[in-house]
């Protein structure tokens, strides 16, 4: 697969009330064409930052990118020739139409007058709107709106769709519904998808690589099932006393990687499978071993084994 | 072409904005009833010329568009940018393969469209009224001078529409935009002369000239007084208004030509442009500038 979004050293700093804030913080990132990448990252820990200057709507302080093979402070206008973006707050001209919102961003795009209309019924047949095509958005729900601005996008049919909490504010529905869709684009088209988001469960269900971004810094970047392997063997283990003694011993153990305790069990992560050795420890120690289980890690341990259990 | 697509959009939505209707509409009303008032005058046996009609009486259309320009301007430009903003709409404009400058000349060109179709509608009316009425003709020199009153009034209401597009992007909020752009048309237009005229008063009694002069320079900094001058000068060969006095220019009565009053008057003219310039290259460089988020 080749790169469609390459950063280097990308960095953003904001000053604020004589503050220097490091919105995002020398990020070196690759997405492939054609992944669905989920951007994972807790509120204000620079994920929209990086977005608006892959699109080039704000400027870098340093460091600089490419999308789909343009500069991204020099080529931005080519850059927003082959992209999508959907804003986590935007709105369309609520009086007018869907039709008229559609027709007034495909001119701006750039499309020819003479395609305009076959692409704006072929962009609100996918999304299923097309029986809403002359009402005014403003009588839509949030989403359906959502589903316009995907219209409103594939109308310029783009490589790269840049996504930023897309599912904000949706009911259990429209998000099922918006989710489908957009693997649906990205399968079916063959858009690389960009989703930011800090819904763990949402990336976990559409992406296929994900990045950590902690207080502008991308701290892990990896498949879910390659965030799974570095977690580890998970044990769960209960016994009669979870004392601090049995947990040093545990830790001690060499392929043994973290040690907690939760709701009355032990958690261990390890390299290998040590259920024997634990369970030597815990006889040793005169208590008896009642659970002893692997279980596969979650992608919620992973997030707080990245976090260390706080976004900030 | 992106360009025009921005302006088309914009003047659409301008021309079927309840606020431009009303603002029209009312400025339509008054243009017919200045036209009756000056027909009323000229029934009353007074004569007078087309150019008498345009810069006489309490609703002459100086008057009128002195008034409700800045308004016009105001309505046209206040939410210009701020709405886009508020609304998030802007981010679904820039993230289109377009410059920023393109937007803000889409507005900016459709402001001038509405300027010109809402000026033109009323001094079309005027002249007509006043043709139909009266019956007065205007000599090809007085149609010169209405032209001429005609692209500086429009520059006049563009200077005040790109002020109230300057505080739009500065503040970003409709409300404050809308509130700072109509307390500077009301300190420049109204407050600046009770507050020259408190300012002379502390003069003593006796200094009549010093006060006349403190009176003058500070009325000099009310755009409104370089719009009535420039106006009245240009559009009546008998008007010889100084362009930096508040009284007539002292030679003896004696109609101007047209290149005497545009030399008499051009530099009320270049500060109103100045103002226009200096308000658009001040909403360009900020909204170029402004870091979306």
Redesign the interface.
């Known amino acids: 697969m080749s790169a469609i979004i390459e950063t280097e050293n990308l960095t953003k700093i904001y000053h604020v009330d004589g503050r220097e804030i490091r919105a995002v913080d020398g990020l070196n990132l690759t997405v492939y064409e054609g992944e669905l990448f989920g951007y994972l990252g807790p509120n204000g820990s620079g994920k ?2 990086t977005i ?1 200057m892959l ?1 080039g ?3 870098p302080t340093s460091g600089g990118g490419r999308v789909a093979g343009f500069d991204i402070i020099r080529e931005s ?2 850059v ?2 082959v ?3 959907i ?1 986590e ?6 009086d007018l139409p869907a039709y008229d919102n559609l027709a ?2 495909a ?4 499309i020819v007058k003479n395609e305009i209309d076959d692409r704006i019924k072929w962009a609100l047949n996918i999304v299923e709107l097309s029986d809403w095509i002359n009402a005014p958005v403003k009588t839509f729900s949030r989403g359906m709106r959502q589903r316009l ?1 995907l219209a ?1 996008i594939l109308i310029k049919k783009p490589k790269i769709i840049f996504l930023d909490e897309p599912t904000a504010g949706l009911d259990p529905y429209a998000t099922a519904n918006f989710r489908s869709l957009i693997k649906r684009l990205n399968e079916e088209f063959n858009i690389t998808i960009f989703l930011s988001s800090h819904m763990l469960h949402e990336v976990r269900q559409i992406c296929n690589r994900i990045g950590f971004l902690n207080k502008g810094r991308l701290v892990a970047v990896d498949t879910i099932e390659g965030f799974m392997e570095k977690m580890g063997i998970k044990i769960i283990l209960e016994a009669t006393n979870l004392s601090d003694k049995l947990i040093k011993l545990i830790e001690a153990l060499d392929d043994v990687n973290r040690v907690f305790k939760s709701n009355g069990e032990l958690i261990i992560y390890a390299r290998e499978d040590v259920r024997l050795d634990i369970s030597k420890i815990v006889t040793s120690l005169g208590e008896h071993v009642l659970t002893l289980k692997i279980e596969p890690p979650t992608l919620e341990e992973v997030f707080f084994l990245v976090y260390g259990g706080e976004g900030r | ?2 360009l025009l ?2 302006a088309l ?1 914009e003047f659409s ?1 301008h021309v079927t904005s309840r606020r431009f209707l009303i603002l029209f509409i009312l400025l339509s009303i008054l243009t017919v009833l200045s036209a009756f008032s000056s027909a009323s005058r000229v029934a009353s046996g007074f004569s007078i010329t087309f150019s008498d009609v345009l810069t006489s009486g309490s609703l002459s259309i100086i008057y009128l568009i002195g008034q409700l320009g800045p308004l016009i301007g105001i309505a046209l430009g206040f939410d210009s940018i701020s709405k886009e903003m508020e ?3 802007i ?9 920023r400058d393109t937007i803000l000349n889409g507005k900016i060109l459709s402001g001038l469209l509405t300027i010109l179709l809402t000026l033109g509608t009323s001094i079309t009316l005027l002249t007509g009224f006043i043709l139909a009425q009266p019956g007065i003709a205007p000599t090809i020199e007085e149609l010169i001078r209405l032209l001429i009153y005609f692209v500086f009034a429009v520059i006049y209401i563009l200077a005040y529409m790109a002020l109230s597009l300057l505080t739009s992007i500065i503040t970003k909020k409709t409300s404050m935009s809308l509130l700072i752009s109509i307390s500077t048309w009301i300190f420049f237009t109204y407050l600046i002369h009770t507050i020259a005229s408190s300012i002379a008063s502390l003069l003593p009694e006796t200094d009549i000239e010093g006060r006349i002069r403190v009176l003058t320079m500070i009325s000099l900094l009310s755009p409104y007084r370089h719009y009535n001058t420039f106006s009245r000068n240009i559009i009546s060969p008998k008007f010889s208004i100084d362009p930096f006095s508040i009284f007539p220019r002292k030679s003896p009565f004696k109609p101007l030509t047209l290149m005497e009053s545009l030399a008499l008057s051009w530099p009320n003219l270049i500060i109103i442009l100045s103002l226009l310039i200096i308000f658009l290259a001040a909403s360009y460089i900020k909204f170029l500038k402004e ?3």
């Open positions: 929209t930052t608006l699109l709507l704000i400027s206008k080519a927003r020739s992209t999508g973006f804003p707050k935007f709105s369309f001209y609520e007034y961003f001119k701006l795009n750039g601005a409103n | 072409m992106s697509t921005v959009k939505d609304s998030g709409s981010l679904l404009l820039l993230s289109c393969p377009i410059y870091e979306v988020r």
